[in-house]
C-alpha cells in the first residue's frame, strides 16, 4: 500500500470546482491579450475587448477539460525518457528564479552570475533525487532582456536533465524555442519528446497579463508542456480561508486551462501553483507557512480529480541561511507534496520566499527528497513468511549481517543518504572534523564541482546553442557571453 | 602475481567458497606463505577496508569479505607456522564482568580476524583477571573489552588497574568500547585506547601494536 495523505473530501472538491466555474462564467477574468481574447470569443466565451474581460462558460470549460491529458512525458537533453507524469509518481526539482545566491563563505545573499548558474547545473546533473533543473538563478552578468533564455541555454550546455523554465517576456520565448529546437533538431523531435516545461503564471487576482498569456499559446503551438501557477494570498488579493483561497486557485488555474486547450488541444498541462497565505505581522509570503502547504497539497488533490498531473511550489523554506527553520520547513513540505503525490515539486534549494537560492541547501533537499521518495516506497513484504526460518537463522547466527535475506534487501528496504547527514557516532564525528550540516553540504558541493563531467549532447547541438545565444547578446549590445571564458 | 590478485579479488568479492582453492593453488606453485597472506588476502581485505570508509560498501560487505578470509586463513595457518611467519598479533577480547551483551564485541571479532589478527574470544562476563590471565599465557599485548551499561562500564578500570599493579603496563595494552564509551571516559578509566566502531578498533588495536 503506498502511504496517501488527503485534506479533500470529494463532495468538497466538487463544490469548489462549482464554485470557481461560477466565478469564471460570473465574473470572468481580466486578460491583456487580444489574440487570446479573440481566440476564447471564437469559442463562445463573452469578451469585452474594452474592459479586456473574458467570461467563460460551462461548454468552453468542459470542452477544455476533455482534452487536456491525464499524463505526459519528459526526456533529457539526449533525448532519454526522465519523467513519467502519471498516477502519482513524484518528481523533485530545484525551486526557481532567485535573484540572489547565497556565498557560503560570507553567508551573504548578492545577485548570481554566470559562474554560480554554471556550478549550480554542475550539481543539479549528479543528484540522484533531483529529477530535472529549474532556471533556478537570474544572471545578472548578461542584458536583463536575455536573462530568461541565458539561464535555459546555460542548462542545456552544461547538464543533461530536462529544465523547468519560463520566458520573462514574449520575444524571450522565441529564444529559448530556438535553444530547443537546437537541442532537438527539429520542431516535431520537440513535440515528441518534450524537453522544457514552461511557467505560465496569471496575477491574482484573477488576471492574465499580455506576456504570460501570449507565453501560453506560445507553448501550446509546439506542444511544450506548461505549468499553471495561480499564485492567491491567502488574506490579501484571496479569501483568508483555505477554501476561499482554492475556490480562487481553482478559477485562475481553470482559465489557464481553457486558454491552453484552445490553442492547441492535448498541449501538456501541470495543474500547478504557488499560493501562500499572507502574513500581515511582516507583510510577507510564507512559503513554509503550514496553511501554504495545506492548500497547495488541497489544489494538487483538486487537479487529480479534474484529471491533471500537478505541480505545486513547496518543500521550500523562508529562512534566509541553512539553518533549522530551512531544514524543518522544505521536509515539512517535501514529505507533505510526496504523500499526496505532487507530480512535479519544485522547491529544493530555495530559501527566503523563493527569492535566494543556496547550492549547499540544495545538498541537503536532495537528501530529504531521497527519504521522501523512499517512504512513498511504503512498507511491503520481501520474503518475509513465513518468518520462522529468518529467525531461526537469526538465533542460530546470532546477527542477520550477512544474511542472503540482507545482502538481497538492504539497500532496497534502507535508504543511505550521503555524508550531508550526520549518523556517525560522535567520536567519529568529530575526528572527521567535527563539522556543521552546512559544511558537509559545502565539502559535497565541492566535490561535486570536481567530479562534473560534461554534458553528452553533441557536439553540434552545442555549437546551435552557441550560434543562438551569441546572436541574440549581439543584438542586445555585448560583445560576447559571460559563458565563453568557462569553455 | 596471477594468483594472488584472484585471492584478493574473491576477498573483495566476498567469496569464501573460492578463496581456500585459491590459497591452495598458490601454496602449490610455490608461493611463499608470507605473500600469500601479505598480496593475496591481506591486499584484499585492504581495499574493503578502504571501500567500506568510502561508504562504497557496507558492513555485510566487509564481513563477507572477512568470512572469505578466514576460510584462507585456515588453509594458510600451517604453513604461516612452518615459515615462521608472524602473527599480525594477538587480541584478547571479551564483554566486562556483569555484562552479557555481546552483538559488539562479537562484530570486533569478525573484522579483527578479517584484517588478518588472532583473537582469543573469553565471551561475556568476563572477569578482570581472566582477561589479564589469558592474556600472559597467550602472550597477547592487547586487551580489548566491551560494556554496554554504564554500571559495568567501572569494570573495564578494574582490568586496567589490575594491569597497573602488576606491573605489566608496558607489555599489556587495552582498548575499550562500547556505547556508554567515550575518549574521556577511556581516558579516565586508565585505557590505553577506545574505538567507537568496529572498523575503528581494528585500527586502533593495529596502531596499539605497531607501537609496541
Given at each position: 500500500m503506498r502511504p496517501q495523505l488527503r485534506f479533500l473530501e470529494n463532495s468538497l472538491i466538487e463544490k469548489i470546482v462549482g464554485e470557481a466555474r461560477v466565478i469564471l462564467k460570473e465574473l470572468g477574468v481580466t486578460l491583456h491579450n487580444d489574440r487570446v481574447l479573440s481566440m476564447l470569443s471564437d469559442h463562445g466565451a463573452r469578451v469585452d475587448k474594452g474592459t479586456k474581460q473574458v467570461y467563460f462558460t460551462d461548454s468552453v470549460i468542459d470542452l477544455a477539460l476533455s482534452t487536456v491529458p491525464n499524463s505526459f512525458k519528459l526526456y533529457d537533453v539526449l533525448g532519454k525518457?526522465?519523467?513519467?507524469?502519471?498516477?502519482g509518481k513524484v518528481h523533485f526539482t530545484p525551486g526557481s528564479a532567485a535573484m540572489n545566491g547565497l556565498e557560503f563563505e560570507s553567508g551573504k545573499a548578492r545577485p548570481p552570475v554566470t559562474d554560480d548558474y554554471v556550478s549550480y547545473v554542475k550539481l543539479v546533473n549528479q543528484l540522484?533525487?533531483?529529477?530535472s533543473q529549474s532556471t533556478a538563478l537570474i544572471p545578472s552578468d548578461v542584458h536583463q532582456e536575455m536573462a530568461d533564455s541565458y539561464r535555459l541555454y546555460l542548462s542545456l550546455l552544461f547538464g543533461e536533465k530536462p529544465t523547468v523554465t519560463g520566458a520573462f517576456t514574449i520575444a524571450g520565448f522565441d529564444v529559448m524555442r530556438d535553444l530547443q529546437l537546437a537541442v532537438r533538431g527539429g520542431v516535431d523531435e520537440l513535440k515528441k519528446k518534450p524537453l522544457t516545461v514552461f511557467s505560465c503564471c496569471p496575477t491574482a487576482p484573477l488576471k492574465w497579463s499580455d506576456v504570460t498569456s501570449q507565453n501560453a499559446i506560445d507553448c501550446a503551438q509546439l506542444s511544450i508542456p506548461v505549468e499553471l501557477i495561480s499564485m492567491p494570498l491567502s488574506g490579501?488579493?484571496?479569501?483568508?480561508?483555505l477554501v476561499g483561497s482554492l475556490v480562487q486557485h481553482t478559477a485562475e488555474t481553470l482559465s489557464g486551462v481553457v486558454i491552453l486547450q484552445l490553442a492547441n488541444p492535448g498541449t501538456p498541462v501541470l495543474y500547478g501553483g504557488s499560493p501562500a497565505i499572507f502574513d500581515v505581522r511582516y507583510e510577507t509570503t510564507p512559503m513554509g507557512a503550514i496553511e501554504t502547504m495545506m492548500v497547495d497539497c488541497a489544489y494538487a488533490e483538486i487537479g487529480r480529480h479534474l484529471g491533471m498531473p500537478t505541480q505545486a511550489y513547496i518543500?521550500?523554506?523562508?529562512?534566509?541561511?541553512?539553518d533549522a527553520q530551512a531544514g524543518l520547513e522544505s521536509s515539512m513540505g517535501a514529505t507533505l507534496a510526496a504523500l499526496t503525490g505532487i507530480n512535479n515539486v519544485s522547491g529544493p534549494g530555495m530559501l527566503d520566499f523563493e527569492s535566494c537560492f543556496s547550492l549547499e541547501k540544495l545538498v541537503v533537499d536532495n537528501e530529504i527528497c531521497g527519504m521522501t521518495l523512499r517512504m512513498l516506497e511504503g512498507i511491503q513484504p520481501k520474503?518475509?513468511?513465513?518468518?520462522l526460518p529468518r529467525f531461526e537463522e537469526l538465533l542460530s547466527?546470532?546477527?542477520?549481517?550477512?544474511s542472503e535475506h540482507t545482502r538481497r534487501y538492504l539497500r532496497e528496504e534502507h535508504y543511505f543518504p550521503g555524508k550531508t547527514i550526520d549518523r556517525a557516532q560522535r567520536s567519529r564525528w568529530l575526528e572527521e572534523g567535527g563539522l556543521t550540516l552546512c559544511e558537509r553540504a559545502n565539502q559535497e558541493v565541492r566535490r561535486m564541482e570536481k567530479a562534473y563531467e560534461p554534458s553528452r549532447l553533441e557536439d553540434t547541438a552545442k555549437q546551435e546553442l552557441r550560434n543562438r545565444m551569441e546572436s541574440e547578446a549581439h543584438r542586445l549590445g555585448m560583445d560576447r557571453l559571460p559563458e565563453t571564458s568557462l569553455v | 602475481m596471477g594468483t594472488l590478485s584472484e585471492i584478493s579479488k574473491h576477498i573483495i568479492a566476498g567469496d569464501a567458497s573460492s578463496v581456500p582453492s585459491l590459497t591452495q593453488q598458490a601454496v602449490s606453485e610455490g608461493l611463499p606463505a608470507r605473500d600469500i597472506l601479505q598480496e593475496g588476502l591481506l591486499s584484499g581485505m585492504a581495499v574493503i577496508g578502504e571501500k567500506f570508509k568510502s561508504h562504497e560498501i557496507f558492513l555485510p560487505d566487509v564481513l563477507m569479505a572477512a568470512r572469505a578470509m578466514q576460510a584462507g586463513m585456515d588453509e594458510l595457518r600451517p604453513l604461516l607456522i612452518t615459515e615462521d611467519v608472524p602473527s599480525l598479533g594477538k587480541v584478547v577480547l571479551g564483554t566486562v564482568?556483569?555484562?552479557?551483551?555481546?552483538i559488539g564485541k562479537n562484530l570486533v571479532s569478525i573484522m579483527l580476524k578479517g584484517a588478518g589478527f588472532e583473537v582469543i574470544d573469553l565471551g561475556n562476563d568476563v572477569s578482570p583477571e581472566s582477561f589479564v590471565d589469558t592474556a600472559l599465557e597467550n602472550e597477547a599485548p592487547v586487551v580489548a573489552m566491551s560494556a554496554l551499561l554504564t554500571t559495568t562500564m567501572p569494570v573495564m578500570g578494574e582490568v586496567t588497574d589490575l594491569i597497573r599493579q602488576r606491573g605489566l603496563e608496558e607489555k599489556l595494552k587495552t582498548i575499550v568500547g562500547g556505547a556508554p564509551l567515550s575518549d574521556d571516559a577511556a581516558r579516565q578509566m586508565g585505557a590505553n585506547a577506545y574505538a567507537y566502531d568496529a572498523a575503528s578498533a581494528v585500527d586502533r588495536i593495529r596502531e596499539l601494536i605497531s607501537s609496541e
Open positions: 525518457e526522465t519523467h513519467d507524469f502519471s498516477s540522484e533525487n533531483i529529477a490579501f488579493v484571496a479569501p483568508v480561508t518543500g521550500l523554506s523562508d529562512a534566509k541561511l541553512l520474503e518475509d513468511f513465513p518468518s547466527e546470532k546477527h542477520l549481517l550477512i | 564482568r556483569g555484562d552479557l551483551h555481546d
